[in-house]
Structures are given as C-alpha cells and as structure tokens.
C-alpha cells in the first residue's frame, strides 16, 4: 500500500477483525486518519478527566475570611495564634507561662525570674541534620541548656520537639537525621496525576515516620513541660487565610483532648509541606458549631524561623535576662550553579534564591528585635568550608557528613555568631 494510506487489505489484516470492520467502515467517508486521531484524542481526554475526578483532593469548606480568627482547632481557644492578629492572646499565653514558672520555682508574683534561654530552628529540609548535630554534639560538651521557649518551622519544626525535651531524646534526634532517605519522606507521584492532585510528592512515609517517634508518652512529656512554663511553639502557614500560624503544641498537649496526637502529627507534617512539592495538610476546625477544615503548608512560605513577633515588647511582660540561639539549616553564602535557560531551570533557581534571601532577611529582622528587647543574639549556620557532595534529596551519605560537621563543631564549643552575616565583617 502507498504510505500512510489504508486501503490495503494488509491495514486491515493488522488490525485484526474487529478493526476490519471499523476500517471499512471509515474507508468509505475518507475519514480513518482523523477518526483514528480523533478517538485517541477523547480517550486520552477521559482518561485525564478521570484522574482529575479521582485524584483531586476533597475538603470541607475553608473558614470564611471575616471569622479566621475565631476558628478554634479541638475547640481550644490558645491552641494557636495568628500573630499578626492576636497579639494580646499572645500575650496573655506568655504572661501565663510566667505564671507557671513562678509557681514551680515557688517565686513570687512580682519575684525576678532567672534567665531565659530561647532556641530557635530554621527549615531547611535535609540541612536539618546540621541543626541535630550540633544539639547532640552541644550536650555532649556538657553546656546545653535547658530552653524555656523553643520555636520551630519546616525541618526545624521536627527537630524542635526533642529539643524541647533536652537530652533524654537525643537518641532519638539522632535517628531522624542520620538513618533516614527519601525512602522515608515522600515517593514520586506519576506526572499527570501529580498536576491534578495536591502536590508533586506523596508524604504518606513522612506521616509514618513523625507518627513513630511523635507518640503518647512524648506528647504527656511536651504536657509536663508545659505545665511549667515552657512554650514549644510551630510555625506553619494557613494558605486559605494567606497568614501565619505559631502553633501552642504544649497547651494542645496538655488539653487532655483525645485528637490531640493527631492534631499535633499534623502540624508537623504542615510545617514540613514545601508548597508545590509536598502534599498540603486539612486541619479541622469548629466555628459557631460547625465543622470546616484550613489548608497548611510550610511555615517557610511566610518566614523561614521565628523567635517570638516583634509586635511583642517582652521586656514589658517581665524583667530577666534573656539568651537566644538561632540555629540556620542553612548555608549564608550563596551557592553557584549553571542554571540552564529552561522554564522549569529558572523558575526553580529562582525560587531556592527567594528562599535563601528569605532566611537572611528573618535573620536581620530577628537581630533587631532581640536588640530592642535586650535579648543576647547567638547564630549558627552552615559555614562555607563544609564541602560533602549530595546526589539528591535526603542523601543519607550527605545528611551524615553535615550532622558530623555541627556535631565536631558543637562538642568542642561552637563559634556562636554575635550578628548576622550581613552585618558582619566576618565572611559566611
């Protein structure tokens, strides 16, 4: 037959009968080229139509705009706050939390409190493991200290809890960043259902490793804790809201509420949820007696660490001598790369830039905060002499070298920095 012609009988012996006879009865209008086109079209279109319908994520409606602050997660109302909007809640939970270390001291009310120390940990994916090192490698210098206020978003949000809880779970910490791979984070979604799905990853391993070491005794040591004084607080992003949100995880663990395990697993996979990249997390909430869920991601979308919002004068709220430790799971000097002038090339270099240039301007501002309040400013960070190579996300091989590196650093008293490098003669 003449190419790409379908009048042989050779065509319709290759299709078999059942195509015979199609193709008979296409060869009399002219048309089989484009009927063949036409039906591999619409086949393909339904098969999308139908991963759409079964991929696409259903949730319960979002809290309408003029009522996101009411909305309250387990129905606690200090189980979180929109620090943009609730600055006087806010407030009050501290002043509480004074209350209760007064109490456990056997101080009184207007007694001055010892000092304070703050820590607070940065996102950073996989870098986590710099920021485990260097907690292990501090205690075991002997001069760790205990943290009255912890804060952490992203990776540092998984690594804050044991933190929190001092040495006792250093073991622990140390498993999460130096056993774990990709394997068990995410798995790779199939491209055209990941584009109507909720994410590019499937962080289903994630949830499975939080869930085996975020248990009920940890959670009841986060309750006692709480309950003198100390705050451990997550930062996660509410997209529907556009805000962010510092989760209160001692006040939801010591709520007694049956989800509060849950609720708590949850935050911490949200604060983990690189928008895009890994799967969102629902969070239900009641309002006025009905039930709605927000959507979480990343706290690292609106701030990369926090230590407490600068809207909040603490040197008003009590009189003691404060420290804070910032811990960056990250490098400050920018890291070179060819970036080829491909779409997905360039957008994704520029959104690690927004990214690098994000965490350093939440260092400045975290300064200047800390300097107006009184607080002493200490900084750590990847230093540009650590040099491993990594083959991929979550490189076991990467991850070990990195905690080595903070841990050698720590044990033999890390170089905290006085200010960030950007103000710093002193190059990163």
């Keep these: 037959m003449a190419r790409g012609g379908v009048r042989s009988s050779g065509a319709e012996r290759s299709v ?21 086109f036409a039906a591999q079209f619409w086949a393909a279109a339904f098969l999308m139509l139908a991963i759409a319908a079964c991929a696409s994520p259903v949730r319960l ?49 207007d ?16 870098n986590g493991a710099f920021g485990s090192g260097l907690l292990i490698g501090w205690a075991e210098a002997g001069d760790r200290p205990e943290f009255q206020v912890v804060t952490g978003i992203s990776t540092g949000a998984l690594i804050a809890p044991f933190a929190f809880l ?42 499975g490793l939080i869930s085996r070491y975020i248990d009920e005794p940890l959670l009841a040591a986060i309750a006692r804790e709480y309950q003198k004084g100390r705050l451990l607080l997550i930062g996660t992003s509410n997209l529907d809201a556009q805000r962010a949100n510092i989760w209160n995880i001692g006040a939801i663990a010591a709520s007694g509420h049956p989800d509060a395990l849950d609720l708590v697993r949850k935050i911490l996979r949200a604060s983990s949820a690189i928008p895009g990249a890994f799967q969102p997390v629902l969070i239900d909430v009641e309002l006025d007696g009905k039930k709605y869920q927000e959507l979480h991601v990343d706290g690292g979308a609106i701030a990369q660490m926090f230590l407490y ?27 070179w790369s ?5 779409t997905m090339s360039i957008a994704g270099r520029a959104i690690s830039t927004l990214i690098h240039a994000s965490g350093a301007n939440d260092l400045l501002r975290i300064y200047f905060v800390t300097q107006r309040d009184h607080v002493d400013y200490n900084l750590a960070f990847i230093g540009s002499d650590f040099s491993a190579p990594r083959t991929g996300e979550f490189d076991k091989a990467y991850m070990n070298a990195l905690f080595d590196y903070a841990y050698q650093q720590a044990r033999h008293g890390y170089p905290w920095m006085k200010v960030p490098p950007m103000l710093s003669d002193i190059q990163p």
């Design 61 to 109: 409606p979002p809290v309408p705009s003029d009522a996101t602050v009411r909305a309250k997660p387990l129905g606690l109302a200090n189980a979180r706050f929109f620090p943009l909007m609730q600055r006087a809640e806010f407030i009050a939970e501290w002043e509480l939390s004074l209350q209760r270390q007064r109490t456990v001291l056997g101080l009184a009310p």
């Design 16 to 36: 078999g009968a059942e195509g015979a006879s199609v193709a008979g009865l296409k060869r009399t209008s002219g048309h089989w080229r484009w009927a063949s």
């Design 338 to 342: 060819e970036v080829e002038p491909r």
């Design 111 to 126: 007694a001055r409190l010892p000092a304070a120390r703050f820590l607070s940990i940065s996102g950073g994916g996989d």
């Design 166 to 207: 001092g040495t006792e779970y250093d073991k622990q910490l140390r498993e999460v960043y130096t056993t774990v791979s990709a394997d068990d984070v995410f798995s790779q979604r199939w491209m055209i259902g990941a584009l109507f799905d909720d994410a590019m990853a499937d962080t289903t391993p994630l949830w």
């Design 309 to 335: 919002p600068p809207s909040i004068d603490i040197e008003k709220i009590a009189e003691r001598d404060r420290t804070a430790y910032l811990i960056r799971n990250a490098r400050e000097d920018p890291e």
